[in-house]
């Protein structure tokens, strides 16, 4: 099994950022970025904004301080941080869990 945590941030470079961060750090296997709209109202006020998904693949050992990290550094005042398990064939298993070491 392994890790996925999902955020969004407002610029690609800050996608490329945090995730870059995360790599060097050995928090995270990889990441995967792509562009999306949200909808939501801040601050009484509707908005409409393209937005950035990051999403990280870690190991479930990681998952916990890479998600301190991103709690600790990411830019939003509130981000949206997700996390869950999910199932995996063994030889990306193994390929996380190299990255990782």
């Known amino acids: 099994m392994i890790a996925i945590i999902t955020t969004t941030l407002s610029s690609k470079s800050d996608a490329l950022s945090l995730g870059k961060k995360l790599l060097d750090q050995r928090l995270i296997a990889c990441s ?12 009484g006020k509707y908005q409409q904004a393209a937005e950035y998904t990051l999403v990280l693949k870690t190991s479930i050992s990681r998952k916990k301080e890479a998600v301190k990290y991103l709690k600790k550094n990411h830019p939003y005042d509130i981000p ?21 070491d």
């Open 32 to 43: 995967r970025i792509s562009k999306s709209i949200s909808q939501y109202y801040w601050k």
């Open 80 to 100: 949206m941080i997700i996390s869950e398990v999910l199932e995996v064939n063994n030889a990306y298993l193994a390929w996380v869990d190299q990255q990782l």
